[in-house]
């Protein structure tokens, strides 16, 4: 596991004594993620790419830094690129350009 930031400790610090309580989602919301997460990892296509291996490496690597297998984090983030949800930015890797 993965060492708390402060932040997180703090979390934990105040659930285990008492501060913070565990609440259920309502009929409605619990219905809404189920669909939400049933339409995001619905997995119908199968699909084979070649990558370098310092790539596969680096991904296997940020994977299990995430504690998730890495097929798992290839498939979050090309849905987090087609929906929008993740932007490229500039990085010490780009040559300084930004795309939106």
Same mark, same amino acid.
């Given at each position: ?7 997180? @400790? ?6 285990? @004594? ?31 790419? *070649? ?19 890495? @097929? ?20 010490? *890797? ?7």
């Amino acid at each position: 596991m993965k060492k708390l930031d402060a932040f997180e @400790q703090a979390i934990l610090t105040d659930y285990e @004594q008492g501060e913070l309580k565990s609440t259920s989602p309502s009929k409605v919301k619990l219905a809404k993620f189920k669909a939400a997460a049933a339409a995001t990892f619905l997995k119908e296509k199968r699909v084979n790419i *070649r990558l370098s291996t310092p790539d596969l490496m680096d991904i296997q690597a940020r994977a299990l830094e995430e504690g998730l297998p890495y @097929q798992t984090l290839i498939a979050s983030v090309l849905h987090k690129f087609v929906s929008g949800r993740l932007v490229e930015s500039t990085s010490s *890797r780009s040559n300084g350009t930004v795309r939106k």
